[in-house]
């Protein structure tokens, strides 16, 4: 299956860290990518392949992966970072491309 | 500065097909290893991709809509259309198209702010 597994709600203090995890089955061997989602607004691509960052986004976000398992890391997670996040990655078996069902951050 | 922008019928009655045009400008669809897709979001539920189409014209679609979309591009006047058929309630949501930075697959760095697309009767 290439069903994209994540936690639904995700909570963390401010200015602490926090994992994010996405699972599947068919990341094994992928690059994942992710998204920020403020209510209202478009997604926001924050990492792609694997671990690279966009020109913009803060060196707070990070990617890691292994085995099934993708994870972004908030390191001194900020109020701003409050929103969705998914993860996504192309099905090269299946020539699709597929999002997790996203987490809700809170920061407390 | 890259933009792209959706455009269609705000509301659709079920059954009916639906074409949503996405505008862009900034970039050429014609360029090498470049692809654009569309993605759609119920309300208050995840985003799901729908179909893709890249710079040399190949297409790829979900596997669960693939019998009701088609993706196309005009690359003279800058413009991806996706067709939808037998459009149902559960359709409804907002409808965005995006870049995806060449050559990273599934990697959307340009967003359209999207489209609300309702279908009732």
């Known amino acids: 299956s290439s069903d994209l597994t994540q936690d639904p709600a995700v909570s963390v203090a401010l200015g602490q860290t926090v994992r994010i995890t996405c699972q599947g089955d068919?990341?094994?061997?992928?690059?994942a990518n992710w998204y920020q989602q403020k209510p209202g607004q478009a997604p926001l691509l924050v990492i792609y392949r694997r671990n690279s960052r966009p020109s913009g986004i803060p060196d707070r976000f990070s990617g890691s992966s292994s085995g099934n398992t993708v994870s972004l890391t908030i390191t001194g997670a900020q109020a701003e970072d409050e929103a969705d996040y998914y993860c996504?990655?192309?099905?090269?078996?299946?020539?699709?491309?597929?999002f997790g069902g996203g987490t809700k951050l809170t920061v407390l | 500065q890259v933009t792209l922008r959706e455009s269609g019928p705000a509301l659709v009655k079920p059954t009916q097909t639906l074409t949503l045009t996405c505008t862009f400008s900034?970039?050429?669809?014609?360029?090498?290893?470049?692809?654009v897709s569309w993605i759609r979001q119920p309300p208050g539920k995840a985003l799901e991709w729908l179909a893709r189409i890249d710079w040399d014209d190949d297409r790829y679609y979900s596997t669960s809509l693939k019998t009701r979309l088609t993706i196309a591009k005009d690359t003279s006047r800058n413009q991806v259309v996706l067709i939808m058929t037998n459009m149902d309630p559960v359709d409804t949501g907002t409808y965005y198209c995006?870049?995806?930075?060449?050559?990273?697959?599934?990697?959307?760095?340009?967003w359209g702010q999207g489209t609300m697309v309702t279908i009732s009767s």
């Open positions: 900034g970039f050429s669809l014609s360029t090498s290893g470049m692809s």
């Open positions: 995006a870049r995806m930075l060449r050559g990273v697959i599934g990697a959307f760095d340009i």
């Open positions: 068919s990341l094994r061997g992928s690059y």
């Open positions: 996504n990655f192309w099905d090269s078996s299946g020539d699709h491309l597929v």
